[in-house]
């Protein structure tokens, strides 16, 4: 089931990089241990597979799934170099693919003069946006909604900026009115909008947080690691089209490349819609040099060494699949949103389940329908091991018991929270698979149910 059949090209396309150094004197390299490499890959492959199969549709639980192949193979070839994309001297051509590749996520949004490289993760990226945020107003707050992503709280404490947690309302979005109240004290420098809750897909309303903006004179900060692309899907509900409409006018954005566009682990990317956002990194040069094409993006990131490997990955994948609204990639994103909602109205329409609110992008909260939040959290863990033990993988997620409100009612008091199940159908195959994995489910929840 693991896909080789590109590995052919991918030898082709060493080949050529290989006679590109014909002109050199005959050297082979030394490997110091090569008798004990196919041993030694045993062993690795044997603990490989203490894995779930993030590749196969029948995963269907947290936002895991492998790269693209031509990510892959542009990856591994560039391992033949191992450019370091920190200074041009160590990453010439890999720094130049990484300005293109990263203009064109940009151009993605609406930016055309930018400043942004790549970097390891989500994590990292978020880490330069507040690093910024906190230089523009120092001593003032971060703020976020309860359903951001926790990185937020402990990146402020590492750059000792004060965060600020915004309640959030039962569609898992920042609530309008309790962010109005807290910025009118004057003392919140950044409202940080999640374009896509890792939990649930929920949408911050940035047009209004936007309007909030011109009223009260805050940055805005939109961490859109999960959700960025889906800015390309044309299925978006209208409040979530109207929101990343507007994404243009922010102050920075963070996209991760590694969670819905198609590459290897470490490969976030962080926006700034201002190129002079990089007079804040140490450098000695002048800052219209921050747009021109000599700019080492060793001066505009806090990580120094980083791999050009990445870049070469994810320029590649976006020369096979543009980041065009309407394209192949695109309607992946859209595919797996669909696949979201349909596994929703199925799941909706079955007395045995709850439903979270409707999915926003491609992840889908669920629990078994039962008494009181107790049982359900209970009945929640069984069944994630009972499917599991039938191959379908899914994930459990404790989110607030109001987010399931609108298909059980009695569980809109209640203040705590319930472990509920979720899916990610991240895979535009996902769409294909949902009678098999509502199938597996129902047997899961029925074998759950007999036993009580
Ligand atoms: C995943 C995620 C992060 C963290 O990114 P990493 O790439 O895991 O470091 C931050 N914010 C959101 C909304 C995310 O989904």
């Known amino acids: 089931m693991l896909e080789r059949d590109t590995l052919k090209e991918f030898l082709a396309a060493v080949d050529r990089l290989d006679a590109s150094f014909a002109n050199l004197p005959p050297f082979e390299p030394a490997i110091p241990g090569r008798e004990r490499i196919a041993?030694?890959?045993?062993?690795?492959?044997?603990?490989?597979?203490?894995?779930?199969?993030?590749?196969?549709?029948?995963?269907?639980?947290?936002?895991?799934?492998?790269?693209?192949?031509?990510?892959?193979?542009?990856?591994?070839?560039?391992?033949?170099?191992?450019?370091?994309?920190?200074?041009?001297?160590?990453?010439?051509?890999?720094?130049?693919?990484?300005?293109?590749?990263?203009?064109?996520?940009?151009?993605?949004?609406?930016?055309?003069?930018?400043?942004?490289?790549?970097?390891?993760?989500?994590?990292?990226?978020?880490?330069?946006?507040?690093?910024?945020?906190?230089?523009?107003?120092?001593?003032?707050?971060?703020?976020?909604?309860?359903?951001?992503h926790y990185t937020h709280a402990r990146i402020s404490a590492v750059l000792q900026l004060p965060f600020e947690s915004i309640?959030?309302?039962?569609?898992?979005?920042?609530?309008?009115?309790?962010?109005?109240?807290r910025v009118k004290r004057g003392d919140i420098g950044t409202v940080v909008v999640t374009m896509g809750a890792t939990a649930t897909g929920a949408i911050d309303p940035l047009p209004g947080i936007l309007n909030l903006r011109e009223k009260y004179g805050f940055r805005v900060h939109a961490d859109a690691a999960y959700g960025g692309y889906f800015t390309?899907?044309?299925?978006?509900?209208?409040?979530?089209?109207?929101?990343?409409?507007?994404?243009?006018?922010?102050?920075?954005?963070?996209?991760?490349?590694?969670?819905?566009?198609?590459?290897?682990?470490?490969?976030?990317?962080?926006?700034?819609?201002?190129?002079?956002?990089?007079?804040?990194?140490?450098?000695?040069?002048?800052?219209?040099?921050?747009?021109?094409?000599?700019?080492?993006?060793?001066?505009?990131?806090?990580?120094?060494?980083?791999?050009?490997?990445?870049?070469?990955?994810?320029?590649?994948?976006q020369k096979l699949l543009p980041l065009a609204p309407g394209g192949e990639f695109a309607q992946g994103l859209a595919k797996s949103r669909e696949a979201a909602q349909a596994l929703h109205r199925a799941l909706a329409n079955d007395p045995r389940w709850i439903v979270g609110f409707e999915p926003e992008l491609d992840i889908v909260i669920y629990a078994p329908r039962d008494a009181n939040a107790q049982t359900i959290s209970r009945r929640s863990r069984e069944i994630f091991k009972e499917a599991a033990s039938r191959g379908l993988h899914v994930a459990l997620a404790e989110l607030p018991a109001n987010f399931f409100a609108d298909s059980a009612p009695e569980l809109k008091s209640e203040a705590g929270t319930i472990t509920s199940l979720r899916s990610v159908l991240m895979k535009p195959e996902h769409a294909d698979w949902i009678p098999q994995i509502l199938r597996i489910l129902t047997e899961a929840e029925d074998s759950t149910r007999r036993r009580l």
């Open 232 to 317: 390309l899907a044309n299925n978006l509900s209208a409040p979530a089209r109207q929101a990343f409409d507007r994404l243009s006018e922010v102050d920075s954005l963070v996209i991760d490349p590694h969670k819905h566009g198609l590459q290897p682990y470490g490969c976030g990317c962080i926006l700034f819609r201002d190129p002079a956002a990089g007079q804040f990194y140490k450098h000695d040069s002048p800052y219209t040099y921050f747009s021109s094409g000599d700019l080492h993006l060793g001066e505009i990131s806090l990580e120094c060494s980083r791999p050009g490997a990445t870049a070469v990955a994810l320029w590649a994948t």
């Open 39 to 148: 041993e030694v890959l045993n062993q690795a492959t044997d603990r490989l597979r203490d894995n779930y199969p993030y590749f196969h549709p029948l995963y269907a639980g947290q936002m895991l799934t492998p790269p693209h192949p031509v990510a892959r193979l542009a990856y591994a070839l560039a391992m033949w170099i191992n450019p370091n994309n920190h200074a041009l001297d160590g990453g010439r051509a890999s720094s130049a693919m990484e300005k293109e590749a990263v203009a064109e996520l940009a151009a993605m949004f609406g930016w055309k003069n930018h400043l942004g490289h790549l970097c390891s993760g989500g994590t990292f990226a978020n880490l330069e946006a507040l690093w910024v945020a906190g230089r523009v107003h120092p001593e003032k707050k971060i703020v976020a909604s309860g359903q951001g």
């Open 167 to 181: 309640p959030g309302d039962r569609f898992g979005r920042m609530d309008l009115g309790a962010l109005e109240q």
